[in-house]
């Protein structure tokens, strides 16, 4: 399955929510959790319609409309939480944090 949104790490979920009940708050804001490895844990919307994409013959058209309708379903949902992304830092695995941008990123998850 394929998620779009933010690769960022639990600690800075808590202080970008500024809240202890981080899960609640996420999925009250209409977004999800996706726990990856080695503390990374994804903010974002899972596409539901790319769990068996590699099992069936997928136009490319039709998986970039996916993504981009997603990442702007994802944007509007984020925007909601009045939280400037840009003042924090994205979290990749086994690498040093990156600076944030508004641009969302594409997970295989």
Partial sequence: ?????????????????????????????GLELHYTDKGQVI???????????????????????????YKKKFLDVFKNTKIDITKFMFYPMESEDVPATEEPCVFKY
């Fill in 43 to 69: 903010l974002g919307l899972s596409i539901p319609e790319t769990t068996y994409i590699f099992h069936d013959f997928v136009s490319v058209d039709k998986l970039v409309i996916l993504l981009l309708e």
């Fill in 1 to 29: 399955m394929f998620i779009v949104g933010y690769p960022l790490d639990y600690k800075k979920l808590g202080i970008m929510f500024n809240t202890n009940d981080i899960d609640n708050c996420v999925k009250n804001n």
